[in-house]
């Protein structure tokens, strides 16, 4: 069975659309509270290269899939066939 | 310097508390969990499981690559709110009245104030090792009138706290101006 790759995308892509707007309004917070505490500021920094590094990575990992392909489901035939070991 | 609220002419802030950095520290090591927790299953796959992920173009892979991103990022956002949720809870003592800010989640601020005036008592308790060890507690002030007590959980160092609140209150008190007692004249009209 093949599925279009880019139905993992879109809900991926959905969430990561979620997280950003949490994410701005953590920065807003943030930057408009910065006089209180500023050690929110480097907390932010340090919290949005953490997300940075984690898109980053994924982007990376996924690098050699080009979106609009198509993968293969494949179910490991042994698990589909009973093992001689059980037969009769 | 800019504030919460709109100071008055003579107001000064005196201080300004949040909760200890231990309670944040607490949820800190909880989140550090969860963000190690994939980073150990893939230790744990990589040497029991090596083979599971040869083939990067593969369906399987590619679905997991996606959750932990998406993981991640959902643990490293809630870990930042509570951030954001423990920086903007906020204590601020000024010359002439005591401030709660208390932000419950992102939308949702509460702000409430209390004149030093109107205080009557104040008290502090720390319970438990790791509060002992730390030196955090409730602060409670009780208020004249029919105002609710006012409580701050958390707070470092709440003995000297209190007893400096106390010492506001009492400098404020004595600042007051004597009531002149209303006393009822009867005008000549009146006697007739």
Redesign the interface.
């Known amino acids: 069975m093949s599925i279009p790759l880019i139905a993992l995308f879109i809900p991926y892509g959905i969430f990561v659309v979620f997280v950003a707007i949490r994410l701005i309004a953590n920065m807003y917070h943030v930057l408009r509270y910065a006089f209180l505490h500023r050690a929110s500021l480097i907390m932010a920094s340090l919290f949005l290269a953490g997300m940075a590094l984690v898109l980053a990575g994924t982007a990376q990992a996924l690098s050699n899939t080009p979106w609009n392909s198509s993968v293969r489901v494949t179910v490991p035939t042994n698990l589909l066939q009973p093992s001689q070991e059980n037969l009769p | ?2 504030e ?1 609220f709109p100071l008055g002419s003579s107001e000064q802030v005196l201080m ?1 508390l ?1 909760q200890h950095w231990v309670i944040f520290a607490r949820h800190a090591i909880i989140y550090c969990f969860f963000l190690a927790l994939p980073f150990g299953l893939w230790w744990l796959q990589q040497r029991f499981l090596p083979e599971l992920f040869l083939d ?5 892979t ?2 997991i ?2 959750l932990m ?2 993981y ?3 643990v ?2 809630a ?3 509570s ?2 949720d423990y ?2 809870d ?1 204590w601020v003592v000024t010359n002439q009245r005591v401030l709660n800010v208390v ?1 419950n989640g ?2 949702h601020r509460t702000v409430s104030e209390l004149d030093l005036g109107n205080i009557q008592d104040v008290s502090s308790n720390i319970k438990g090792v790791i509060p002992t060890m730390f030196n955090y507690g409730t602060i409670t002030v009780e208020t004249a009138g029919e105002q609710d007590n006012f409580a701050f959980p958390n707070l470092p160092h709440p003995e000297m706290v209190g007893k400096k609140l106390l010492e506001l209150s009492r400098a404020v008190e004595t600042k007051k101006p004597a009531v002149q007692p209303v006393v009822p004249t009867l005008t000549p009209k009146a006697k007739l």
């Open positions: 310097m800019r919460l300004r949040r990067p173009t593969s369906f399987f590619i679905a690559e996606l991103s998406a991640l990022l959902f490293l956002q870990f930042f709110t951030w954001v920086a903007l906020v932000q992102l939308f």
